[in-house]
Nanobody, 126 residues
Framework: QVQLIESGGGLVQAGGSLRLSCAASGRTFSSYPMGWFRQAPGEEREFVAAIIRSGDNTYYADSVKGRFTISRDNAKNTVYLQMDSLKPEDTAVYYC???????????????????WGQGTQVTVSS
């Protein structure tokens, strides 16, 4: 079992930046592809970004491409989401997720992920 704890959310003005962290414990972190998802009020949860186990490859939703950067530090069992040029429409609860253990590749579908954090709120004011 993997436990995931997100942190770093908060209130920021449009154009600002935040860095989310997701600390993992319980199993071998480097065995898991990782992803970030978000859910805005009244909306379904959607994919934001994903990273392979080694950290050498990443994938982004079109809505955040060029503004967000996902990275991981396997020595610290942590995945990050650097969010720059934030917009009001980025307001959501952000969740990190640990993907299918041992699988190679990038995963963008929710059902592919096995473990989820509790989420951290990001609010972008205009």
């Amino acid at each position: 079992q993997v436990q995931l704890i997100e942190s770093g959310g908060g209130l920021v003005q449009a154009g600002g930046s935040l860095r989310l962290s997701c600390a993992a414990s319980g199993r071998t972190f480097s065995s898991y592809p990782m992803g970030w998802f978000r859910q805005a009020p009244g909306e379904e949860r959607e994919f934001v970004a994903a990273i392979i186990r080694s950290g050498d490859n990443t994938y982004y939703a079109d809505s955040v491409k060029g503004r967000f950067t996902i990275s991981r530090d396997n020595a610290k069992n942590t995945v990050y989401l650097q969010m720059d040029s934030l917009k009001p429409e980025d307001t959501a609860v952000y969740y990190c997720a640990a993907g299918p253990e041992g699988r190679v590749g990038i995963f963008s579908r929710q059902y592919e992920y096995e473990h989820w954090g509790q989420g951290t709120q990001v609010t972008v004011s205009s």
